[in-house]
């Protein structure tokens, strides 16, 4: 018999295993870096000195912005932000107050030393399908970050 077609079946089948392959959304760069540029120039409009993180769906740092005039504590504090909105798939407004709410999830605060329960970071979705994150850090008041950070993915993402 020949070989040729012994294999046949099996390429075949790995074709349709290849197609049949979930496919996860992304944030390019190029989107990544205009959210960041978006949430310092909203925060900036409004008189604050901020910057900006963008994480993917595993918290690695896909685009930065600052202001040049942000403390440089702002640089840790949008991406811890943006890390953990993240990694929680939520606010972390909302998560900072289940925490204060809540003292059985204190340990929360120790999990993971990147992630920082202030407000300021959104989670970034397609649909359902989380994306990653955006922090702010800077503006005098972690509801002030969160508005930035809403409004650039207003702008770039269309409120996504």
Do not use: W
């Not at 079946?9 to 390019?28: D, F, H, K």
């Not at 978006?38 to 930065?64: I, K, M, N, P």
């Not at 953990?84 to 998560?95: N, Q, Y």
């Not at 992630?115 to 979705?125: D, H």
């Amino acid at each position: 018999m020949n070989k040729a077609l012994l294999c046949l079946p099996l390429l075949l089948i790995g074709t349709q295993a290849l197609a049949e392959q979930p496919r996860l959304a992304v944030i390019g760069t190029d989107q990544a870096q205009a959210l960041a540029a978006a949430a310092v120039a909203e925060c900036q409009s409004q008189g604050y000195a901020v910057s900006a993180a963008v994480v993917d769906r595993s918290g690695l740092l896909t685009a930065f912005a600052r202001n040049e005039q942000a403390g440089p504590h702002t640089v840790t504090s949008a991406q811890g932000k943006a890390f953990t909105a993240a990694s929680m798939g939520r606010p972390t407004g909302d998560v900072a107050k289940a925490i204060a709410d809540n003292r059985e999830l204190d340990g929360l605060r120790d999990m993971n030393p990147n992630l920082l329960f202030l407000n300021g970071g959104l989670p970034l979705k397609a649909g359902d399908e989380k994306l990653g994150g955006i922090g702010v850090g800077g503006a005098p008041g972690g509801h002030l970050d969160a508005a930035c950070a809403q409004a650039a993915i207003d702008k770039v993402m269309g409120g996504a």
